[in-house]
C-alpha cells in the first residue's frame, strides 16, 4: 500500500511539472571581420671567453752532427706557481733552464745543425667571440564571420 501511495506523489509531482520551452537565439549581426597584428623583436647579446694553459712544458733538440756532455737529455721539472682564474686552480711544472743538457759538435769539420725550442706553461690560446642575435617576430591574424 505504501508503494502505491508513494507512486501516486511521484506521478501526479510528475504531470504538474511544466515543461520547459527553448527560445531560439537570433544574432544581431549578419557578418564582421576581426584582425590582429603582434610584433615582439628580442636581442640577445653574448660574450663566448675560451682559455686555454698549458700546465707543463715542451723541449725539443733536433740536430745533426752533434753530442749531448751529459747523460740525461732532458733537465729536472720544476714547479713554476699556481694560478687560479674563476674558481680554477692550475699548477704550472717548467723545466729547470740552469740545469739543461749541453751539445757540442763531434765533427768540427763535417756540417751540422742544431735547433732548441722550449715552450713553457702558462697562457697558449684565448679566443673571445662576441655575438648579438635580433630575432623579430610578426603574427597576423584575420577572422572573417557571417551568418
Do not use: H
Amino acid at each position: 500500500m505504501k508503494k502505491l501511495l508513494v507512486l501516486s506523489v511521484i506521478a501526479s509531482v510528475l504531470a504538474s511539472a511544466r515543461t520547459a520551452i527553448a527560445v531560439p537565439v537570433v544574432p544581431n549581426f549578419t557578418q564582421g571581420s576581426m584582425q590582429s597584428s603582434t610584433e615582439t623583436t628580442s636581442t640577445v647579446t653574448e660574450t663566448i671567453n675560451s682559455i686555454d694553459y698549458n700546465t707543463g712544458y715542451q723541449y725539443t733538440i733536433t740536430g745533426t752532427n752533434i753530442k749531448a756532455d751529459g747523460v740525461s737529455l732532458s733537465a729536472p721539472s720544476v714547479t713554476s706557481g699556481t694560478n687560479t682564474i674563476e674558481g680554477v686552480t692550475s699548477t704550472w711544472t717548467g723545466m729547470d733552464l740552469t740545469n739543461k743538457p749541453n751539445f757540442s759538435i763531434v765533427n768540427p769539420a763535417g756540417s751540422f745543425q742544431y735547433s732548441e725550442s722550449y715552450m713553457g706553461p702558462g697562457l697558449a690560446t684565448q679566443t673571445i667571440i662576441q655575438r648579438t642575435t635580433t630575432i623579430e617576430s610578426v603574427t597576423n591574424t584575420q577572422s572573417t564571420f557571417s551568418q
